[in-house]
């Protein structure tokens, strides 16, 4: 029965590879840090969404360790049964309290935070307008909801009124505005702002999903929402446990009380998906606790990036502007995948380890090497980066 599937999938496989498209993937060897090791070298890490340097800390390690013995190993248990420990509500108070949410609820990954929330709160009589460029589980998440759905171009207020409006003309009953806090791949903000100004024109909610800002974007490392000043004006904020937050894994929801309640209820992946491991939601509550008792990382990042930007621009790279850690190297043209496909491993070759991005993940034209700043990069380290991509590209020529 399987050889002709085991053909076609085969025949699916190579033809990825065809296109290039195949993703490898290299073992690391060491914890998740600046520097690594993987099964063919040392490298300088600048591909990490370790933001705040939280993956190996001390700190972190050692709540996480601890927790082993005072928590055991595994859940064994969806939350509503037998899988909620105080610890789990403690990080959840937590999590509300750092955000300025009523409440929060933590599901396994943000990818289910995502894949639950629409159905819940949105049904066939209501609306959801989502940003173009929304991550992938903001887009699977809102095809399992009933309601109509509408999409603006990325960042465009414009289109945004536009698809308001066209909601409200179709008598949809709630309205919910989604985008991401700050977009994966150019790390721009999202300009809360005046999507808060609109949807409050149109009487719709507004839902943030800060994976790639909570605990290192806004003053106080809050997110976007903080950045934009307007943490008071968001409805639902949903994030990962698994980026600047120690890199574990989990996601949640912070919102208001109702909806936190409602999805206890009701979101399919938090009522049948195994809780959080006691050791992760430990660790989880230590990184939480530095992000927001201590400015120090958060100070180091926003060096590093400011230091990589300027040297690399310096260096007469085009870079896409921000104040973000995600720092977007470009390679416009035609040319442009090959070329940085190109840079990216004459840079691995010198040991500091970045990713090149091109279609279909980015626009086609815009191919480009996506660098991630971390607090755990010393000076020395955003140096040794912007030295291996003038060497890569004197190298490529
Ligand atoms: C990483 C990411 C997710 C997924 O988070 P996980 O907890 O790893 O599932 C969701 N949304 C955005 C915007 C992300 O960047």
Redesign the pocket.
């Known amino acids: 029965m399987y050889a002709d599937v085991k053909d076609q999938l085969s025949e699916e496989l190579a033809q990825i590879e065809a296109d290039g498209l195949t993703k490898a993937e290299r073992q690391i060897t060491t914890p998740q840090s600046a520097h690594i090791a993987t099964t063919s070298g040392e490298a300088l890490n600048f591909c990490a969404?370790n933001y705040l340097g939280l993956a190996d800390h001390p700190d972190v390690v050692a709540a996480a360790r601890q927790a082993l013995d005072d928590w055991g190993f595994g859940m064994a248990s969806v939350r509503f049964i037998c899988g909620t420990q105080t610890q789990h509500r403690d990080l959840e108070r937590a999590i509300a309290d750092f955000l300025g949410s009523e409440d929060s609820i933590l599901?396994?990954?943000?990818?289910?935070?995502?894949g639950g929330i629409f159905e819940v709160i949105c049904g066939k009589d209501d609306a959801i307008i989502s940003d173009q460029l929304?991550?992938?589980?903001?887009i699977d998440g809102v095809r399992l909801s009933k309601a109509a759905r509408f999409r603006y171009a990325n960042r465009d207020m414009d289109d945004l009124r536009t698809q308001l409006q066209a909601a409200r003309d179709g008598g949809a009953r709630r309205v919910l505005v989604v985008t991401?806090?700050?977009?994966?791949m150019d790390g721009y903000l999202a300009p809360l702002g005046q999507i808060c100004d609109l949807a409050e024109e149109f009487g719709a909610m507004v839902m943030v999903?800060?994976?790639?800002a909570t605990g290192f974007v806004g003053e106080g490392g809050r997110g976007s929402h903080e950045a934009c000043g307007v943490i008071d004006r968001v409805d639902i904020v949903?994030?990962?446990?698994?980026?600047a937050l120690g890199g574990g894994?989990?996601?949640f929801v912070a919102a208001h009380q109702e909806i936190v309640d409602l999805l206890k209820q009701r979101a399919r992946p938090y009522l049948f998906s195994n809780a959080v491991a006691p050791s992760v939601v430990a660790g989880s509550l230590k990184a939480l606790e530095i992000a927001r008792d201590s400015d120090e990382p958060r100070a180091q990042l926003r060096r590093n990036a400011e230091l990589f930007r300027a040297l690399m621009g310096e260096a007469g790279f085009e870079l896409l502007p921000g104040e973000h850690a995600i720092v977007p190297v470009m390679f416009p043209g035609e040319d442009g995948a090959r070329k940085a496909s190109q840079i990216a491993d004459a840079m691995l070759e010198r040991g500091v380890y970045v990713i090149a991005f091109s279609y279909p993940v980015v626009p086609k034209g815009q191919a480009r090497i996506r660098v991630q700043l971390s607090a755990s990069h010393s000076e020395e380290d955003v140096r040794a980066c912007v030295d291996a991509f003038v060497a890569a590209r004197d190298a490529v020529g």
């Open positions: 969404n599901f396994p990954s943000c990818f289910d935070a995502n929304n991550h992938a589980s903001i991401d806090g700050a977009f994966s999903d800060d994976s790639h949903t994030g990962t446990l698994g980026k894994s989990g996601g």
